[in-house]
């Protein structure tokens, strides 16, 4: 197993900031480095202790995607490999899980696409009949799958903080604040860029789909992220269908009316309900067991996926 990488420390670039996953790099004025660590949160907290190798298997696997998907949607990759942006010592800290991105503009709203009833959606339906906003039949269980796929829109949580769904029209409003003066050079409107980047994950999540269950992995739902370029052009960022962002469910395994086994953060979070924790920062420190099982499952995704062997 590969040593674990918390948090890098590069210096020969200047520091833009740490997600509770990926540290961020500035690569002169138009490019990022984006080096993803082997931290995981859950509940939206970051635990202490790391999954070795995590950010290897999530890099392989977001490059997989976004290569696979590129004609629905331009992304943020440029082909550049990160060990020729950083000094000769800290080439070991990017090598197979950092990549030089093109620098966008990020939407200020997750992109959530939902297939099936699991998850804060399935309490929404629970309390309201409807997921966001979006009005679901009557008589739907835990895990059921949706008639079509719906967008559910989520703010973007700081460390600490929890994400939070919002309505459709929530995310036109948030797009219009946060991006008015980009829109405004490119002419284009909140609504607008709203309404392409629903549209778009749609399109992602149903052509990502139909490839997992070709492999017997049903992925129930998953979140994107997109940016626009200084023309307002949307494009695919950050990472994309990993275990990280996606529920990934055995498809030999689902049964409507329970909580499938899975190959994503489903192992951890179900581990962590079983503790005394209010899922306020600190987090609990993970037995080896549980660090071991993770990693598998995240390994076991990998190769389903893309046929690949993790590349270490």
């Given at each position: 197993?590969?040593?674990?990488?918390?948090?890098?420390?590069?210096?020969?670039?200047?520091?833009?900031?740490?997600?509770?996953?990926?540290?961020?790099?500035?690569?002169?004025?138009?490019?990022?480095?984006?080096?993803?660590?082997?931290?995981?949160?859950?509940?939206d907290v970051v635990l202490p202790d790391p999954i070795p190798g995590k950010g290897?298997?999530?890099?392989?696997?977001?490059?997989?995607?976004?290569?696979?998907?590129?004609?629905?949607?331009?992304?943020?990759?440029?082909?550049?490999?990160?060990?020729?942006?950083?000094?000769?010592?800290?080439?070991?800290?990017?090598?197979?899980?950092?990549?030089?991105?093109?620098?966008?503009?990020?939407?200020?709203?997750?992109?959530?696409?939902?297939?099936?009833?699991?998850?804060?959606?399935?309490?929404?339906?629970?309390?309201?009949?409807?997921?966001?906003?979006?009005?679901?039949?009557?008589?739907?269980?835990?895990?059921?799958?949706?008639?079509?796929?719906?967008?559910?829109?989520?703010?973007?949580?700081?460390?600490?903080?929890?994400?939070?769904?919002?309505?459709?029209?929530?995310?036109?409003?948030?797009?219009?604040?946060?991006?008015?003066?980009?829109?405004?050079?490119?002419?284009?409107?909140?609504?607008?860029?709203?309404?392409?980047?629903?549209?778009?994950?749609?399109?992602?999540?149903?052509?990502?789909?139909?490839?997992?269950?070709?492999?017997?992995?049903?992925?129930?739902?998953?979140?994107?992220?997109?940016?626009?370029d200084a023309a307002g052009t949307l494009h695919l960022i950050d990472e994309v269908?990993?275990?990280?962002?996606?529920?990934?469910?055995?498809?030999?395994?689902?049964?409507?009316?329970?909580?499938?086994?899975?190959?994503?953060?489903?192992?951890?979070?179900?581990?962590?309900?079983?503790?005394?924790?209010?899922?306020?920062?600190?987090?609990?420190?993970?037995?080896?067991a549980v660090i071991a099982g993770t990693r598998a499952r995240y390994a076991e995704?990998?190769?389903?996926?893309?046929?690949?062997?993790?590349?270490?």
């Open positions: 197993m590969t040593d674990a990488l918390f948090e890098s420390t590069i210096k020969s670039l200047p520091l833009l900031g740490r997600g509770k996953v990926r540290d961020i790099y500035a690569v002169g004025e138009d490019q990022l480095l984006i080096v993803t660590s082997d931290r995981l949160s859950a509940f290897q298997l999530l890099t392989q696997l977001a490059c997989f995607w976004f290569e696979k998907l590129a004609a629905i949607v331009p992304n943020q990759m440029t082909g550049i490999a990160p060990e020729t942006v950083v000094a000769a010592d800290e080439r070991a800290q990017v090598r197979g899980r950092a990549l030089v991105v093109k620098r966008l503009r990020p939407l200020p709203i997750e992109a959530v696409v939902r297939g099936y009833l699991i998850g804060s959606g399935w309490k929404d339906y629970q309390a309201t009949g409807a997921v966001c906003g979006i009005p679901l039949a009557p008589g739907l269980r835990l895990a059921s799958r949706l008639p079509a796929p719906i967008f559910t829109p989520a703010t973007k949580a700081a460390i600490g903080d929890h994400d939070e769904n919002v309505s459709f029209e929530r995310a036109q409003a948030d797009c219009a604040s946060a991006l008015a003066d980009l829109l405004a050079v490119a002419g284009k409107s909140g609504a607008e860029i709203a309404t392409q980047a629903r549209d778009v994950a749609i399109a992602l999540y149903t052509a990502a789909a139909e490839h997992a269950a070709a492999r017997g992995i049903i992925i129930a739902d998953t979140k994107f992220e997109f940016g626009l269908l990993t275990p990280d962002s996606s529920r990934f469910w055995p498809a030999d395994d689902y049964r409507e009316g329970r909580n499938p086994p899975s190959y994503d953060k489903q192992y951890i979070r179900d581990y962590l309900e079983t503790l005394p924790w209010d899922k306020q920062a600190p987090g609990p420190s993970l037995p080896m995704a990998l190769q389903r996926l893309t046929g690949e062997k993790p590349v270490q």
